[in-house]
């Protein structure tokens, strides 16, 4: 497998954390990890295995100049990136008890994104073990999440699972 690029934000959050978390479980020769806020296009051009990790905060915290997302800076380099024979994963801190009408919803904001660009995603998860209303990360008629939810606010006793089920899945996707 080629090295992996994991790219998260904002520094010091949740995201950050499971972010390292998967580097471990991949092996640091395997996989490098940026903050977002510090990577351009050109440094995520470099790899061919892409992971991306994000929190979703609600619209108003997302475009806050407060809050230092760092994914919202990025969004015009999305568009500069050649996709071409890559395979990109994402993974999305959210609640889905005290939001069940978003349940990580960025995941499905940026998957949109990088696939009008021609981006190839990997890393589709069962809904199945999710109790939520609504969510823009749905595919495949509503059966699967575009990428990993992770709740490490109401039930981070199934980070540690859910990565292991979900790294296992990658190692076989990626390239
Ligand atoms: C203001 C605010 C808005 C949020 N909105 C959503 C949301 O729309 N959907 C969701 O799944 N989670 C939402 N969450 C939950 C966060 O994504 C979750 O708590 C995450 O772990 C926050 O990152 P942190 O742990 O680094 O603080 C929201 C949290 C906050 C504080």
Known sequence: MKKIGIFFG???????????????????????IIAIREATAQD???YDNIIMGMPTLGKDVWDSEKHVNGWDDFRPE????????????????GDQISYPNNFVDSIGNI???IMEHGAQIV???STEGYEFNESNALIDNDTKFVGLPINETHEPELTGQRLS??????????I
């Open 10 to 32: 904002p520094i010091g959050s949740s995201a950050e954390k499971v972010a390292k978390m998967i580097q471990q479980m991949f092996g640091s020769d395997n996989a490098d």
């Open 165 to 174: 089920k979900w790294i296992d899945q990658l190692k076989n996707e990626f």
């Open 44 to 46: 995520m051009q470099k």
């Open 123 to 125: 890393g589709h998860v």
């Open 78 to 93: 999305f568009a500069k990136i050649d996709y071409t024979g890559k395979k990109i994963a994402l993974f999305g801190l």
């Open 111 to 113: 998957a949109n994104r």
